[in-house]
C-alpha cells in the first residue's frame, strides 16, 4: 500500500507564500497524473493543479499564475507553490496520484489558513 504525506501547510497572512510537499512512501512507476486538491469548510473538493506524466499542466482558473504544480520523481515528490494567497485559498490540500483509471492514491491533507 503507497501513503502520501503532505506537508507545508499553516496560517500565513494574505498576499504571502507557502510550498506544499507531497512525499510518496515508496518509489513507483507508471504514475499518470499528479495533482492538488482543495477542500474549503462546508464545500465539495475541488481540483487545483494537475501534472501529467509528461509534464503537461493545468489549474483552476482561481490559482492560475499565482500557484505552481511541479514534481521531483527522483524524489518522489509533488510540489505546490502558491503565492500571492488571499482568503479564498483557504481549506485543506490533499495530493493525488492516479496510476490507472482503477488505482488512485490520495494523502490525509494539510491545513492552510490564509488570514485577511
Known amino acids: 500500500q503507497v501513503q502520501l504525506v503532505e506537508s507545508g501547510g499553516g496560517l500565513v497572512q494574505a498576499g504571502g507564500s507557502l510550498r506544499l510537499s507531497c512525499v510518496a512512501s515508496?518509489?513507483?512507476?507508471?504514475?499518470?497524473?499528479m495533482a492538488w486538491y482543495r477542500q474549503a469548510p462546508g464545500k465539495q473538493r475541488d481540483l487545483v493543479a494537475a501534472i501529467t506524466a509528461g509534464g503537461t499542466t493545468n489549474y483552476a482558473d482561481s490559482v492560475k499564475g499565482r500557484f505552481t504544480i511541479s514534481r521531483d520523481s527522483a524524489k518522489n515528490t509533488l510540489y505546490l507553490q502558491m503565492n500571492s494567497l488571499n482568503a479564498e485559498d483557504t481549506g485543506v490540500y490533499y495530493c493525488k496520484w492516479v496510476l490507472n483509471v482503477w488505482t488512485n492514491y490520495w494523502g490525509q491533507g494539510t491545513q492552510v489558513t490564509v488570514s485577511s
Open positions: 515508496r518509489k513507483f512507476s507508471g504514475i499518470q497524473t
